[in-house]
């Protein structure tokens, strides 16, 4: 029997923890903040699931990642389908023939893609170098500026023509009329919340939980009474930032309990434009078709924010500058990390989904317990 320590309880942690509790061996589970399931943390709150960190959405194209989440809760059939606020414009997002009949009035594809030819024509034909380059290329001129470039600086805190392309990428653009905004088959929310999939990974007399706990109080304590350690915090605080800081984004969240069944008619309402200080407002009853108390609603305001130290840090920056620094810290971490493994968004420095990162924790278990 191996003991393992691993340092937060978020989904990366608990699906390793569950699996290394599986094959027999011995697991504490340690947590900086006073609750398990990091990040898909969701509580009750006037019989509506609140999710605590942002809205969260399971959608994946595998197969086996859908059946293994399973296991752990059902799921309904919620299917992401956010609109754009820009100054009181109302346009469907992704990009699909709603958004497009709204901004030019076009109804055929053909149409569309006229209008898309036509303002694109501004790049010269240039591939496009960052994001400002790469939506105008997807969409035109007119969507970009409405849609896509206040939402994105307000998101990253950088200028679109200093931001990667690939950031862009993630978002859908379709000539139907269908509002769906990921492609992947399998989609929803799990019924009565995030946090019950954890608590069910965790439900082994072979794990033992603490939460507020700090693993830096101890390191090296921690580091000499176990055999292997899973990290899934910061990378480069790990290693003191002796190579510099990583960077990362944080959000503040504005939670709000309001005395009407139906405060926007949606679950997520993205402000588009760059003088509204929060990037959306989520109506967290919608995820699960409006189930709660039918006279009151909670809401979510976003506010994204530059991550400073003891700041949260919800996602990493990967532009070429911050993924050149991750890789000399995997270096850093081959010579000297021991007995840790790196996991999880933070401790990998990527920018996952929900089922990346359990596809991620599946692998470090095969790699861990199968050689």
Do not use: C
Not at 11 to 19: Q, S
Not at 76 to 99: D, K, V, W
């Amino acid at each position: 029997m191996t003991k393992y320590l691993v340092v937060g309880a978020g989904l990366f942690g608990a699906t390793f923890a569950y699996e290394a509790a599986k094959r027999g061996n011995e697991v504490k589970v340690i947590e900086k903040r006073d609750h398990i399931a990091g990040n898909i943390y969701t509580e009750e709150v006037d019989g509506i699931q609140v999710h605590k960190y942002g809205a969260h959405i399971f959608h994946t194209n595998k197969k086996d990642i859908w059946e293994y989440v399973h296991q752990f809760a059902d799921f309904n059939r919620y299917t992401n389908s956010p609109i754009a606020n820009y100054h009181g414009e109302i346009y469907n997002m992704p990009f699909n023939m709603n958004t497009f009949n709204k901004m030019w009035g076009v109804s055929t594809p053909a149409e569309a893609q006229e209008k898309i030819e036509e303002q694109r024509s501004v790049l010269n034909g240039k591939k496009p170098q960052n994001l400002e380059e790469q939506g105008i290329s997807l969409v035109g001129t007119d969507l970009y500026k409405k849609l896509v470039k206040g939402y994105t600086e307000k998101q990253w805190g950088k200028k679109a023509e200093d931001l990667p392309s690939f950031i862009i990428r993630r978002i859908p653009v379709r000539f139907t009329y269908d509002n769906n905004y990921f492609n992947d088959p399998y989609q929803g929310i799990p019924i009565g919340g995030y946090t019950q999939i954890v608590e069910k990974m965790l439900a082994n007399d072979l794990i033992t939980v603490e939460t507020g706990v700090d693993f830096f109080d101890h390191k090296e304590e921690y580091l000499r009474n176990y055999d292997r350690v899973l990290f899934t915090g910061m990378i480069d605080q790990f290693f003191d930032y002796e190579l510099g800081e990583l960077e990362y984004r944080s959000l503040r969240f504005e939670t709000e309990e309001l005395d009407v069944g139906n405060y926007q008619g949606n679950a997520v309402v993205n402000y588009t434009d760059a003088e509204t200080p929060y990037t959306r407002i989520i109506e967290h009853k919608h995820f699960e078709f409006g189930k709660g108390d039918k006279h009151k609603t909670i809401i979510t305001r976003e506010y994204p924010k530059t991550w400073h130290r003891g700041d949260e840090p919800y996602y990493p920056v990967n532009d070429r500058k911050n993924d050149s620094l991750y890789k000399k810290y995997t270096q850093l971490a081959a010579k000297r990390g021991g007995n840790v493994i790196f996991g999880g968004r933070l401790g990998m420095y990527r920018y996952y989904n929900m089922d990346q990162v359990i596809m991620a924790a599946l692998v470090a278990v095969r790699k861990e317990f199968e050689g």
